[in-house]
């Protein structure tokens, strides 16, 4: 433990230490003074609309990507024909920068929560759709071989067959892309937004206040700290029985 | 095995096992994969261990190859107690464990990094042990390009090129088909005299140790011990239709099978 | 962060296998017998292409019928004589090269930082319990939270471009090959213990050759993440740059430059994805991780 937390304390203290002598102080703030502001904000509740507010866009944008991205990644593994249909347009888009649709959501539905959150569900349906579709494109063909032997029709097949066999992969890409959901949401509040942690970087910013943004940036990493230890859990969780099942 | 042993002088070396325990540790409790095991190979000798799936056979092999140490007991080649691995200790295991970004040449020639037989006499050594297993045509050939039987003999050939004196093989046929597997035994049987070596193979098909074999040592589980030596005196080559071969094949089978009862009895 | 990155090792592969599917396929174009493969090719290439097509028809339409005002979506055949205008003009070109050669700048340093620790965090143990909680913890903000902060710092020049995408470039490549020295399979260290290989020896030739897969994904995605954080930085804080002129044509209410500028963008990060993805196909073939 102490091995872990060494070089993040020697990093710390040099910070704290050196702060104090170069003209960069006032930059960089110092490592007391971020913790300072980090106390400030949660005692005088200045900071919890602003994370209250990113949260909900993210869930909101998460929620959009995770049913239509599903469904998509869905339709196209059990439809050979669908899946010809919209793989490359959507594989080309999986590759593009999603900012630079940023200042046409401005002009099209203004500033506010509604381009945060079309940035955010854009930011997590590529990865939500890419990480299913590979799980439920490439479930075992015995699988379905089992379903067709059964008598199972098209349907049943999709969701009693292909969707849980695929189950595991699919929660791995749903947990991967909440994280992409709120990065989505950060971006849209630094672009297109006046309230959120990314509106808090960039006004902090700004008024050239370092110890904010260090403050709201510490805030954003202990948060995706969280999500990748759900991810992390969901992932392993779900694999032991996976694998269990391999090497019986 | 008196005739087979005299027609040919050997180079081989000795193995003494005695006393050998090891016990791993899974989940909180203790499987014995070995315990208290001795047993003794004569120089030039080609020798299996032959039991169930779980009885340490490929534990005592890593033992002998010095991949793993016991945890009472100890492992004595050609007078010295085995410590470490070592290239005059040659190893097959199940899969061929090449190396993918290698030639089948290079996978031979990396076991030859430190002979003392100079650059040409390492591209000679590797050229005839390639004739050797016949895959002289594939010298050239990346693993992945090759079928189970041929990355086997790659892997037969890189284990004899530094010349060891001891040959371990962990199962090396148990991958491949009967056919492939059958025309692999006879050629083990050429290298196994041609490069004179002692060799202790790991199985579980009776019919293959009873074919290739001097002496079968027949291991049972739980905890894993040796529990009968079977002489093989029938004279190579060796016809598997044979009623000497036949009459042994079974009085193994049917220790093997009393054995399975009673561990379904104790279970 | 493993994690996330092993998933994208799986999106990464299940394109290797359609890659491999189209390039087995276009091989042998003459012969006779493939005739009917290759037309199954041109077929899909046409199937795959009537969704773009019917977006450009719908947006043709509404922009005709003026459904939609103008200034808020221009004809596609303004977008396409604006993006000819731009081309030939030597704009559109000035601005990608500038946007490339940042790209190269900063995956150059971030990529070979990130190759040096992962190659570090793989073979020793300590340095990775040391130093590497700290790195992730810091590389666990995204580049773009960090975009104000390090404005502040080096101001808003080139200096800034580089530190940032060798920023994002540095965890793929770290992660990607760390992990797999770290995740080596214990069978081919019997191996190299078997044949006596010193510690240089066993570098050479089992541990660098093992991970040249795997710098391939960290690669693929390097270049996916930079291209991306660099049109943000450009479009926030620049005076040149693909980003920038995209930027440049939104505050100038030119939409058909935003356009021309976001089909570029598109364009280039899907030529990088499918280039790289290419050579990481090559180097699938020796993977121990997934190979006997
Ligand atoms: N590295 C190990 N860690 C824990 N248990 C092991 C290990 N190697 C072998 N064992 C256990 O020891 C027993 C004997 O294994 P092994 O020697 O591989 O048997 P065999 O080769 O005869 O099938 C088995 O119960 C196995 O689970
Ligand atoms: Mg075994």
């Excluded at chain 2, 100890?74 to 993918?100: K, N």
């Excluded at chain 2, 692999?184 to 050429?190: T, Y």
């Excluded at chain 3, 390039?23 to 493939?34: E, I, N, P, T, V």
């Excluded at chain 3, 080596?184 to 006596?196: F, G, N, Q």
Aim: glycine share 8%; proline share 4%; charged share 15%.
């Amino acid at each position: 433990m102490f091995r872990h937390g060494f070089t993040l304390l020697f990093l710390l203290a040099a910070w704290q230490l050196g702060a104090g002598f170069g003209a960069t102080a006032y930059y960089l703030s110092t490592p007391v003074q971020v913790a300072d502001r980090l106390l400030e904000w949660s005692m005088s509740g200045y900071v919890w609309p602003h994370l209250l507010s990113t949260i909900e866009c993210s869930l909101a944008g998460f929620g959009v990507a995770a049913f239509v991205g599903t469904l998509f990644a869905l339709a196209m593994a059990s439809s050979p024909s669908f899946a010809r249909l919209l793989e490359p347009a959507l594989f080309a888009a999986f590759s593009t920068p999603k900012i630079v649709i940023a200042p046409l959501l401005i002009l099209w539905i203004g500033v506010g929560t509604l381009p945060v959150i079309a940035l955010s569900a854009l930011s997590s349906f590529f990865v939500i759709f890419y990480g299913s579709y590979g799980g439920l494109r490439d479930v075992s063909g015995s699988y379905i071989d089992t379903a067709a032997v059964l008598g199972a029709g098209y349907w049943t097949t999709a969701f009693q067959f292909r969707l849980p066999a695929a189950g595991p992969y699919i929660l791995a890409s749903l947990t991967q892309g909440l994280i992409y959901a709120f990065h989505g949401a950060i971006l849209g509040e630094m672009t297109a937004s006046d309230t959120g942690m990314g509106y808090l970087i960039v006004y902090s910013a700004t008024s050239m206040d370092a110890a904010s943004v260090l403050a709201a940036l510490a805030v954003i990493g202990a948060v995706t700290f969280g999500l990748l230890h759900l991810l992390a859990s969901a992932t392993r969780a779900l694999a032991a029985p996976l694998n269990a099942e391999a090497l019986a | 095995m008196a005739v087979a042993l005299e027609s040919i002088s050997v180079t081989g070396t000795s193995v003494e096992i005695s006393g050998v325990s090891r016990v791993f540790r899974v989940d909180g409790r203790e499987v014995n994969a070995l315990r208290d095991v001795s047993l003794t190979v004569r120089p030039g000798e080609f020798v299996s261990l032959l039991g169930p799936s779980g009885c340490g056979k490929s534990t005592m092999l890593r033992i002998i190859a010095g991949l793993d140490r016991p945890d009472a007991g100890e492992c004595v080649v050609d007078g010295a107690i085995v410590r470490a691995p070592s290239l005059s200790r040659g190893v097959v295991f199940q899969d061929h464990r090449l190396l993918p970004w290698l030639t089948v040449r290079e996978n031979v020639l990396l076991a030859l990094h430190k002979a003392p037989i100079g650059q040409d006499g390492r591209e000679a050594r590797v050229l005839e042990l390639l004739d050797l297993v016949g895959l002289s045509a594939f010298a050239g050939a990346k693993p992945h390009q090759l079928s189970g039987g041929m990355s086997q003999r790659a892997a037969i050939a890189r284990a004899l090129a530094p010349r060891p004196r001891l040959l371990l093989l962990d199962e090396p046929l148990g991958a491949l088909d009967s056919l492939t597997r059958s025309r692999l035994q006879g050629e083990l049987l050429r290298l196994w005299e041609h490069e004179k070596v002692t060799v202790i193979m790991v199985t579980h098909d009776v019919e293959e140790a009873v074919y290739l074999s001097n002496r079968v040592f027949v291991m049972e589980p739980r905890p894993g011990r040796v529990r009968g030596i079977f002489d093989v005196s029938i004279p190579y080559p060796r016809r598997r239709v044979d009623a000497d071969f036949v009459a042994l094949r079974q009085s193994i089978l049917d220790i093997l099978e009393r054995e399975a009862t009673a561990a379904e009895l104790t279970c | 962060m493993s994690i996330e990155v092993l998933s994208d090792q799986r999106i990464a592969s299940s394109g290797t296998l359609r890659f491999a599917r189209v390039a087995g396929r276009s091989s042998a174009l003459f012969s006779r017998r493939w005739m009917k493969v290759w037309k199954g090719t041109a077929m899909a290439a046409l199937l795959g292409l009537s969704l773009p097509a019917a977006i450009l028809a719908i947006w043709t339409i509404a922009a005709r019928m003026e459904l939609v005002a103008p200034q808020i979506l221009p004809m596609p055949s303004l977008v396409w004589a604006t993006t000819w205008d731009l081309t030939v003009s030597g704009d559109l070109p000035r601005e990608l090269a500038v946007s490339l050669a940042r790209l190269a700048g900063g995956l150059l340093i971030g990529g070979a930082l990130g190759l040096a620790f992962g190659l570090l965090f793989g073979l020793s143990r300590a340095s990775e319990a040391y130093l590497g909680p700290t790195l992730r913890a810091i590389f666990l903000v995204p580049s773009l939270g960090w975009l104000p902060f390090f404005m502040m710092i080096f101001g808003i020049g080139e200096t800034l471009k580089f530190v940032l995408i060798a920023k994002t470039c540095f965890l793929p490549l770290m992660v990607n090959v760390s992990g797999a020295i770290q995740t080596l399979p214990a069978k081919y260290h019997d191996v190299t213990r078997c044949l006596e290989l010193s510690r240089q020896e066993r570098l050479r030739y089992v541990i660098i050759p093992s991970v040249i897969p795997a710098i391939a994904i960290g690669l693929r995605q390097a270049i996916a993440k930079g291209w991306k954080t660099l049109i943000l930085v450009e479009m926030i804080s620049s005076a040149a740059g693909i980003g920038y002129l995209m930027m440049w044509g939104r505050k100038s209410f030119q939409l058909d430059v935003v356009f021309a500028t976001m089909i570029v963008i598109a364009l280039v990060g899907l030529l990088f994805d499918r280039a790289v993805l290419a050579l990481q196909q090559r180097t699938a073939d020796w993977s121990l991780h997934t190979g006997g």
